[in-house]
């Protein structure tokens, strides 16, 4: 895969061309691409792929694989992975996933498999990425191959998140195919092994498991009915049952943590400074109209949602996965150009899989991809709970931002500093607002500041140096 001029390129090996052409074909996938929910993809001729290809790389690739065919992909704004996502997201890729499997069986089009990492998300809609999961199926087949990766990287990953409280980003930063039944069933009392649906998604396989000790020869071969009617049957009946059983593992609307609640809370934030902080955002996004905006600690995206409305493509981050999951639910109802994830600012995602290069770091990403920044009541929880230094902070939005930060300081004597700093005071006490505005002045101009009606708050937007 290349990217040229910001295009995405992929080389496929001629081989794999008919199943890819089938797909191009298909009536029901040019569907899901029109409602957004399958990548655009087209094939490009020999001229157009060398053209494009200009580099010697590229080129000697498309001679080494013999043949090989190059497809143009349109290119996700800002990709992201499934430790990034709050359940609500694990929820809709899998619900995605089903969807196109589902909708493909009368085409003889199947996917050969079916895992968290071929779908991304274009702000809160996620898109089926991986056009060469896609194959030709034999009409009379009644297995749908990736019947137990599909229960391993979703249905078992929301399974022990919601019971157990582990986090998807514990899960799959250590787990490329989320969990094993056997692993699960581990983490069960004796009573909680009986009960759905830890009985069906946990215990019955294991027990199977245990009354085998190698694998029949005959498990993985293809088998076909001579009846295509049955075997379509037998597919639809397994995708439905997997559907009943991710739809009973999504998750609830009702959760609450302790930041969910922080925007309506009044000992956080008065009604008078809020309606501030909007009239400051709206301002910003009115005057200047930011792009692409990056919304750190957004929690419920308030101010994410007033920057999209505007005609921004937003990136959230917060480190509560309620608030991310409340705030992709509002996105995706609204119709917003958000795209919420589950990044502590201060421990962002690091490179992960083979060699760290699989999976780009989520500051990699972002680095320089935005022309606004948001840090809105989150420069302080860096400075006490993650002793970040002051001037690094700056720094880091220096590195994120190409034009605008808006940032709220909030003094040593704000009440919530105190509580963070529990008895510390006296490592902050020559923290004031010179020494803020003069690390900010490192990197940028000052545009505005404006004070809030709590003494000890104070909104700035700056303008990066150039």
Same mark, same amino acid.
């Given at each position: 895969?290349?990217?040229?001029?910001?295009?995405?390129?992929?080389?496929?090996?001629?081989?794999?061309?008919?199943?890819?052409?089938?797909?191009?074909?298909?009536?029901?996938?040019?569907?899901?691409?029109?409602?957004?929910?399958?990548?655009?993809?087209?094939?490009?001729?020999?001229?157009?792929?060398?053209?494009?290809?200009?580099?010697?790389?590229?080129?000697?690739?498309?001679?080494?694989?013999?043949?090989?065919?190059?497809?143009?992909?349109?290119?996700?704004?800002?990709?992201?992975?499934?430790? =990034?996502?709050?359940?609500?997201?694990?929820?809709?890729?899998?619900?995605?996933?089903?969807?196109?499997? =589902?909708?493909?069986?009368?085409?003889?089009?199947?996917?050969?498999?079916?895992?968290?990492?071929?779908?991304?998300?274009?702000?809160?809609?996620?898109?089926?990425?991986?056009?060469?999961?896609?194959?030709?199926?034999?009409?009379?087949?009644?297995?749908?191959?990736?019947?137990?990766?599909?229960?391993?990287?979703?249905?078992?990953?929301?399974?022990?998140?919601?019971?157990?409280?582990?986090?998807? =980003?514990?899960?799959?930063?250590?787990?490329?195919?989320?969990?094993?039944?056997?692993?699960?069933?581990?983490?069960?009392?004796?009573?909680?092994?009986?009960?759905?649906?830890?009985?069906?998604?946990?215990?019955?396989?294991?027990?199977?498991?245990?009354?085998?000790?190698?694998? &029949?020869?005959?498990?993985?071969?293809?088998?076909?009915?001579?009846?295509?009617?049955?075997?379509?049957?037998?597919?639809?009946?397994?995708?439905?049952?997997?559907?009943?059983?991710?739809?009973?593992?999504?998750?609830?609307?009702?959760?609450?943590?302790?930041?969910?609640?922080?925007?309506?809370? &009044?000992?956080?934030?008065?009604?008078?400074?809020?309606?501030?902080?909007?009239?400051?955002?709206?301002?910003?996004?009115?005057?200047?109209?930011?792009?692409?905006?990056?919304?750190?600690?957004?929690?419920?995206?308030?101010?994410?949602?007033?920057?999209?409305?505007?005609?921004?493509?937003?990136?959230?981050?917060? &480190?509560?996965?309620?608030?991310?999951?409340?705030?992709?639910?509002?996105?995706?109802?609204?119709?917003?150009?958000?795209?919420?994830?589950?990044?502590?600012?201060?421990?962002?995602?690091?490179?992960?899989?083979?060699?760290?290069?699989?999976?780009?770091?989520?500051?990699?990403?972002?680095?320089?991809?935005?022309?606004?920044?948001?840090?809105?009541?989150?420069?302080?929880?860096?400075?006490?709970?993650?002793?970040?230094?002051?001037?690094?902070?700056?720094?880091?939005?220096?590195?994120?931002?190409?034009?605008?930060?808006?940032?709220?300081?909030?003094?040593?004597?704000?009440?919530?500093?105190?509580?963070?700093? !529990?008895?510390?005071?006296?490592?902050?006490?020559?923290?004031?607002?010179?020494?803020?505005?003069?690390?900010?002045?490192?990197?940028?101009?000052?545009?505005?500041?404006?004070?809030?009606?709590?003494?000890? !708050?104070?909104?700035?937007?700056?303008?990066?140096?150039?």
């Amino acid at each position: 895969m290349f990217v040229v001029d910001g295009q995405l390129i992929r080389l496929v090996a001629r081989s794999w061309l008919p199943d890819l052409e089938a797909l191009l074909a298909s009536s029901e996938a040019q569907r899901f691409v029109e409602l957004g929910h399958l990548v655009s993809t087209r094939l490009l001729d020999s001229d157009e792929a060398r053209a494009v290809l200009d580099d010697a790389r590229g080129r000697d690739l498309l001679d080494e694989l013999d043949g090989a065919v190059a497809v143009g992909h349109e290119r996700i704004p800002f990709p992201s992975f499934p430790w =990034e996502w709050p359940a609500e997201m694990l929820h809709a890729a899998g619900s995605l996933t089903l969807d196109l499997a =589902e909708g493909l069986l009368d085409e003889r089009i199947g996917l050969k498999d079916a895992t968290p990492y071929n779908v991304v998300f274009r702000g809160p809609q996620p898109v089926f990425v991986d056009i060469l999961s896609v194959e030709r199926r034999a009409p009379g087949d009644p297995v749908w191959l990736p019947y137990a990766q599909f229960v391993r990287t979703f249905l078992l990953p929301l399974l022990v998140n919601r019971s157990f409280g582990i986090s998807l =980003e514990h899960i799959f930063t250590t787990r490329r195919e989320g969990f094993e039944p056997e692993e699960v069933y581990r983490m069960c009392g004796p009573l909680r092994r009986l009960l759905p649906p830890f009985l069906t998604l946990a215990s019955l396989p294991t027990w199977a498991g245990r009354q085998r000790i190698a694998a &029949s020869p005959s498990l993985y071969r293809p088998k076909e009915l001579r009846n295509r009617h049955q075997a379509r049957f037998a597919l639809q009946f397994i995708l439905r049952g997997l559907r009943r059983k991710l739809n009973r593992l999504a998750p609830g609307k009702a959760r609450r943590s302790y930041w969910s609640e922080y925007l309506t809370a &009044s000992q956080h934030l008065s009604a008078e400074d809020f309606n501030a902080k909007r009239a400051f955002v709206e301002n910003l996004v009115e005057e200047f109209q930011p792009r692409n905006v990056l919304d750190a600690g957004c929690n419920t995206g308030y101010f994410s949602a007033v920057a999209a409305r505007h005609g921004a493509r937003v990136v959230a981050i917060d &480190s509560d996965p309620v608030v991310v999951g409340e705030l992709w639910r509002t996105a995706r109802a609204q119709a917003l150009d958000i795209l919420p994830l589950v990044v502590n600012l201060a421990r962002p995602s690091p490179a992960v899989g083979w060699r760290n290069q699989e999976c780009p770091a989520f500051l990699e990403r972002a680095q320089g991809g935005f022309d606004a920044v948001f840090l809105f009541a989150l420069m302080h929880h860096l400075l006490v709970t993650e002793r970040v230094p002051l001037p690094e902070i700056i720094a880091l939005a220096a590195d994120l931002t190409t034009r605008f930060l808006a940032i709220e300081f909030i003094s040593p004597e704000d009440a919530m500093f105190r509580r963070l700093a !529990r008895g510390r005071d006296a490592l902050y006490q020559k923290l004031n607002r010179d020494v803020f505005e003069t690390a900010c002045r490192r990197h940028f101009d000052l545009v505005r500041c404006q004070p809030l009606s709590h003494p000890t !708050r104070w909104l700035y937007l700056w303008e990066k140096k150039n």
